[in-house]
């Protein structure tokens, strides 16, 4: 799925949102995490709290890339948890 759909289904505040967000990049966030934290564990709790914390941005913010915008997230989630 395009990125500007799966925004969309956040602004409309869909569910699928979350699962669209992970099946398009679960993975990126996931060895973003786990290359900060080093636990699978972790990792996985980081990215879980990513797309809780895009689903509480959006609205109203509306990110222009996406990937940028849950890298960066969970980056710093990552970063927090370390």
């Keep these: 799925m395009e990125d500007d759909k799966i925004i ?3 602004w409309a505040r869909k569910e699928e949102a979350i699962s669209e ?7 990126y966030c996931r060895a973003i995490a786990h290359n900060i934290l ?3 564990e972790d ?5 879980s709290d990513t797309w809780l914390r895009a689903w509480n941005a959006m609205p109203p913010q ?12 969970t980056r710093n989630l990552s970063f927090d948890r370390c």
């Design 62 to 73: 509306r990110p222009s890339i996406l990937s940028s915008f849950l890298g960066r997230i």
């Design 38 to 40: 080093k636990s699978l």
């Design 43 to 47: 990792s996985e709790e980081c990215v």
């Design 21 to 27: 967000t992970d099946r398009k990049y679960g993975s």
């Design 8 to 10: 969309a289904l956040y």
